[in-house]
């Protein structure tokens, strides 16, 4: 039996960069931030209430001339103005709420990081 191919591949993949869920299982129950995730809305609605929140890398978003785009599963996607979460960003980092429409991510709510 080969095992060491496959837990080298486990291993490197469990190197991989992936977007962090920000779905509340429990965890967060009694988080000083909980409140004020679930307070987060956009034009679109609360963006907790129907959608998963992701942390984006610094390279996964950016902006021109004040519109924003994110890279969601290989595609670029323009990011609604109604979207934009205007609030302060209390944890500094970009986040995104996506759903999905005919198979392509669209984007629910966005949060703007600090880009450090």
Known sequence: MRAA????AL???ALLP????ARDDGRFANSPLKPWFE???SEFGQCCSDADGYVIADVDWESDHGRFRV?????WVVVP???VVTEPNKIGRTMVW???MDGHPRVR????GSMT
């Open 5 to 8: 191919p496959f837990l080298t």
């Open 11 to 13: 291993s490197l993949a």
């Open 18 to 21: 992936t977007s962090a869920p």
């Open 39 to 41: 307070s987060l809305h």
């Open 71 to 75: 890279h969601i599963d290989d595609e």
């Open 81 to 83: 103005d109604g979207a």
């Open 98 to 100: 996506k759903h999905y």
């Open 109 to 112: 709510c966005f949060m703007p």
